[in-house]
């Protein structure tokens, strides 16, 4: 949910900030100040729960500082669409080679993009690990590991067997790393670590759609050797629209993508961080994807490094458009119940 909001400019005002709380006579401060440096009078307030009357105020400033705040206004956002039909996984198996992970998700073997040419696709690059923080969880790993060369070089894939993932709200907690699980971190290797959305990749056809979590901490892509995590929907397999957050985003992170027939709204715990369009909206049912895989590699250096990620649960909302903390909501009530798995999506 969100609440658009607005306000009359103020006289020398170089930019505003805007503070928020769910009580009503709130003081603005540092811990309720929701965005600062805004160059124009009006501010999307997203990731709100449902049914929630959120409270706001807003100060300007200028060349002689910050003003007394504004009145304040309130705005109640709308009932929540009910999450009638879910898929959960908590990543609670035994190995890879479990016949109930195996059921759900499958392990790539063959060749082909992205990636460098010539590195292979490895099902032993995935394995189901003990949460080092917590021994009665697991999590689902992924590895890509080179020696420099392509033909040494080797990547991770795992995606739903089901492709039937298109409206609502998807939802991932990985973690991404900055360093290498063993080896040495050469920062012209551009290692990619995911969590995407994709619909079988057909040159050329119409239906083709893909959504984008892509970590890149070694960067690429434009941005020299900084860390960059990149947003991105694909209409079609030659169009696209993109947005990048630059800096480290080693350590755990909650990835929500909100998706309506008007628009997809990506989301780093609890975040707005990018908006696309109506015509990014996949027309067709998706895989749940994650990969690890190589942009480029650093040939000049022959010793063995592995860049990895790790995934605790992924999530799906049929047709549900929900906030990040009824996202966090849902997961806590799942966990709390015992329950692992869900799947009643048809």
Known sequence: SAISLSWPASSGATSYSVYRSTTPGFTPAAGNRIATGVPSTSYN?????????????????????????????????????AATAEFFDDFSYTGTGDSSFLSWWSLRTWSGGPGVDGAQWLSSNVSLITDPSSSGNKLMRLKATT??????????????????FRLGTYAARVKFYDTPLSGARFFADKPIETFF??????????????QDFEYMPNGGWGQGNNSTMWLTSWETTTDSTSNHVSGSHD??????????????????DGALRATHASRFVPEAGQYLSFQVWFDELDGSQGSSRTYHQDADWVYFAKDAILSPAEVD????????????RRNTVP
């Open 45 to 81: 307030s997203a990731g709100l729960s449902a049914s929630t009357t959120y409270y706001y105020r807003v100060t300007a400033s200028s060349a002689g500082g910050e003003s007394a705040a504004s009145s304040q206004a309130s705005a109640t956002t709308l009932a929540g669409s």
């Open 147 to 164: 020696n420099g060369a392509p033909a040494g070089s080797s990547q991770a894939e795992v995606m739903s067997t089901s492709k039937k």
């Open 197 to 210: 959305t994709i619909t079988d990749y057909v040159t050329g056809d119409s239906n083709y759609s893909e």
């Open 251 to 268: 350590g755990w992170h909650t990835l929500v993508i909100q998706i309506t027939s008007s628009s997809i709204s990506y989301y780093i």
């Open 329 to 340: 909501a849902k997961i806590a009530a799942l966990r709390s119940s015992s329950v692992a």
